[in-house]
C-alpha cells in the first residue's frame, strides 16, 4: 500500500522537476537555444502551427538561431510572428534563411534573469512540498481505515520525507546548472 502511494508522488515529484528543467529552457541566457522560439506559432494554410514544424531551426553559432522554413513564402510570416513575440530580438532575412543575433546580455538584466530563475525554483520546491502533504495525507487516511499500521505509517512518513528531500535537491541542482549558465559571460 504505503509503495503505491510513493511511486505514484515520486512521478509526480519528477514531473514538476521536469517542467522547471522545460521553462528554463524557454529562459534566454548568453547562449541561442532554439527553446526560446518554443512558442512561437505561425500561420500556416489558416491554421496557427508552432514554429518547429514549418521551420528547420538550428544554433550555428553561440549567439545566432537560424530559421530556414520549408517554404519561401513563410518567411515574412515568420518573422513577424517573431517581432510579435517581444522576444527581444530583431530576425534578418537573407530570402532564403532568417537570422537572429542575440545581443549580449548586461550584467543588470543576468541578475534579473537569475532572481526569475530563483522564484521558478522556489514554486516548483513549493509544488514538490505539496505533493508531500498529499502523500502524508493518503498515508495517513490508509492507516485511519486500518489498511496499514501505525508504525508502518511513520516509516512511509521517513521515506517519504527522504523522497522529497531528493527531490528538493534535484531542484536545487537544476537552478545551479542554469544559474551558472546565465551568469556566464
Given amino acids: 500500500m504505503t509503495k503505491e502511494v510513493i511511486a505514484d508522488m515520486k512521478a509526480h515529484m519528477e514531473k514538476s522537476v521536469d517542467a522547471l528543467r522545460r521553462e528554463y529552457q524557454k529562459v534566454r541566457t548568453g547562449r541561442a537555444t532554439t527553446g526560446l522560439l518554443d512558442d512561437i506559432k505561425v500561420e500556416y494554410y489558416g491554421n496557427p502551427s508552432p514554429l518547429s514544424q514549418v521551420a528547420t531551426l538550428s544554433v550555428p553559432e553561440p549567439r545566432t538561431i537560424t ?43 543576468r541578475k534579473e534573469i537569475v532572481k526569475t530563475l530563483k522564484k521558478m525554483a522556489e514554486d516548483t520546491k ?4 505539496n505533493i508531500r502533504r498529499d502523500g502524508i495525507d493518503s498515508l495517513k ?7 496499514i499500521s501505525e508504525d508502518d505509517l511513520k516509516r512511509a512518513e521517513k521515506e517519504v520525507q527522504d523522497v522529497t528531500n531528493t527531490f528538493v535537491a534535484k531542484v536545487e541542482e537544476v537552478l545551479t546548472h542554469k544559474e551558472k549558465e546565465v551568469l556566464e559571460v
Fill in 141 to 147: 487516511k490508509l492507516e485511519k481505515d486500518k489498511k
Fill in 67 to 109: 530559421i530556414q522554413p520549408w517554404e519561401a513564402k513563410l518567411i515574412p510570416v515568420i518573422e513577424k510572428a517573431i517581432m510579435n513575440a517581444n522576444l527581444g530580438f530583431t530576425p534578418a532575412n537573407d530570402g532564403k534563411t532568417i537570422r537572429i543575433s542575440l545581443p549580449p546580455l548586461t550584467e543588470e538584466r
Fill in 126 to 129: 513549493v509544488a514538490v512540498r
